[in-house]
Every structure is written in C-alpha cells, then in structure tokens.
C-alpha cells in the first residue's frame, strides 16, 4: 500500500487492536477507532496523530449490542473505509451451565454477529473502489475439538476462519484481500477481561507471543493475499497437529491440555 487509506479497528483500545492502530498509523494510514471505552480511544488517537500525523476517528460502541452496531455504520454514512479490522472478541472461561443465556448472546453477537455485520455494509464501498483489506482475528482453537471452558469459543473462531475463507474466494480477484487471524497465547489484556490472569500467571510465559509480531505477521500476510495467517512457529506445529492427527488421538490431548486453563466452578 503506497497511498493513505482508512482503517477501522474493532477492539482498539487495547492489546492486539491498539497494536494494529499503531503500526497502520506508522504506514500513515488514518484510522477509525472503535471500543467501549472512549476515554482509551481519544488517548491512543492523540498519541497517533501526534507521533505520525494521521487522523484517528474514534467511535465508542458496545458491539454486543445490535443498536449500538447499526449507530456505528450510521456514523460512518460518507466516510470510505478502505480495511476493516475485526478484532473485538472476549472468551467466557466457564462452563456452558455456570453462563447465563444472555452472557452466552452477548458473546455470539461480538465475536461472529458484529464482525459479519460490519463486513457486508463495508464490502460494498471497498469493491466499488476496488481496494479493501480484511482481517478478521480468529484463532488457533478455530482449528480444534474444543474442550471443557470457553464453550462456543472454539465454535465462534472457526466461524470467523470459514467465513474469512469464503470471503475471500469471492472476492479475490476484485482487489479485496481477506485474512483470518489465527493466533496463540498473546500479551494483551484478553485474560483481564475473561477472568483468567490468576490461572495464567501460574504457567510459563514462554509460549506468549507479543502482540506487536503478531499483527505485524497479519499485516504482511493480508497484503501478500493470505487467506490464513498462524502466528509463531509452536503455534503452526500444534495446528498441523490438530489438523492431520486423528480425532481420536488429538482430542484427549487437547482437553488434557485445555483442562489447565479452565476456571474451577
């Protein structure tokens, strides 16, 4: 990408969404911001605009909420957006019977309604200009059996891989390139936000992957027209694994493993 586009970035207040801000920014890239917290957004777009001179629009919005989704394309009617960053995502650590159904419809709506939503009213604009970059953040569970915890976690990221397949199948050779984002273990606030840190900070680090060669590896493979990026050499082996090894072996070994990041009811 030579000249300045737009990009809009989901969950940008934090973690793998403020890193991709930032390195967009650093290409000289304008930005709309998106998140709850405004207050964060406004911080990061100041930090922006003062250090690479772009423009960074920031919009607060509960993406759980559908109002709230629909207000957000409103505000945008007249301004071309040129890549969309679906980033905005959250797991709820316990089991399926210790959620209420609404935590359950608050998930789906962020992590696969949302995200859908905001690539169909965006597309159009990006194959009339015949330009747009998608990324839509997966991850590398979307490619396990799933396992006792996070229950439509790994459902809602292999959602997001298929779709970002599919999409980009059609739209490929009309200048839209669509990536999923298929990460491991990130150093970000995710585990915050899920009530996982106390379980987390009893394993190794090791495995962690910063969030800036994370998003730095997703760019370069959605300009390269990847349809899936996994991050990190373990992380390519593990789903490899998941991928060619039998169900019947690789499941036990997941929910082995998976077992150490359930929270205890």
Known sequence: MTASRTFLITGASSG?????????????HDLVLVARRLDRLEALAAELGDKHGVTARCLAADLS??????????????????????????????????????????FLEVC?????????????????????????????????PGAAGHTLYPAAKAYMLKFSRSLAA?????????????????????????????????????????TDSVVAAAIRANEA?????VTGLVNTIAVA????????LITPLIRWGASKYQIPE
């Open 16 to 28: 793998i969404g403020a890193e991709f801000a930032r390195q967009y920014a650093t290409m000289g």
């Open 65 to 106: 909420k559908r109002d709230d989704v629909q207000n957000l394309l409103d505000r945008l009617e007249g301004q071309a957006v040129d890549g969309l960053i679906n980033n905005a995502g959250y797991s709820l650590a316990h089991t399926f019977s210790h959620t209420s159904t609404q935590q359950q419809v608050d």
């Open 112 to 144: 696969v309604t949302a995200p859908t939503i905001l690539a169909h009213e965006l597309l159009s604009g990006m194959l009339t200009r015949g330009f747009g970059r998608i990324i839509n953040v997966s991850s590398m569970v979307a490619f396990s």
């Open 170 to 210: 059609e739209v490929a050779a009309k200048g839209v390139h669509v990536t999923a984002l298929c990460p491991g273990t990130t150093e970000s606030e995710f585990q915050q936000a899920n009530g996982m840190t106390k379980v987390l900070d009893q394993k190794p680090k090791r495995l962690s992957q910063s």
């Open 225 to 229: 027209g990847r349809e899936v990026i």
């Open 241 to 248: 694994a998941m991928t060619l090894l039998p169900d019947g």
